[in-house]
């Protein structure tokens, strides 16, 4: 069996992938609906460093039409 996790960044490239948006677009909008300044190199920079905030990726996840999903496992530390 082979390991299926994507890191955010590959993740967020196939959300983009599959609406036909490019970065720049995702930027842009970002800026318009937070009010914070988003640029292509910054998105790109906090994927490829995996610093991208959770309510950044909210964000994204809103303007592509996608919902984060939390599914907590039994968790036991120490054992």
Same mark, same amino acid.
């Given at each position: /069996?082979?390991? $299926? +996790?994507?890191? $955010? =960044? *590959?993740?967020?490239?196939? /959300?983009? $992938?599959?609406?036909?948006?490019? +970065?720049?677009?995702? %930027?842009? &909008? /970002? $800026? *318009? ?14 994927? %490829?460093?995996?610093?991208? =905030?959770?309510? *950044? ?5 809103? !303007?592509?039409?996608? =919902? +984060?999903? +939390?599914?907590?496992?039994? !968790? &036991?530390?120490? =054992?």
């Amino acid at each position: /069996m082979y390991n $299926t +996790i994507m890191n $955010t =960044r *590959e993740e967020v490239k196939i /959300m983009l $992938t599959s609406k036909g948006m490019t +970065i720049t677009e995702l %930027a842009k &909008r /970002m $800026t *318009e609906i937070s009010g914070k300044n988003y640029s292509q190199s910054l998105i790109s920079h906090k994927l %490829a460093s995996e610093s991208l =905030r959770y309510s *950044e990726m909210k964000l994204i996840c809103k !303007i592509l039409g996608y =919902r +984060i999903y +939390i599914d907590f496992d039994e !968790i &036991r530390l120490g =054992r």
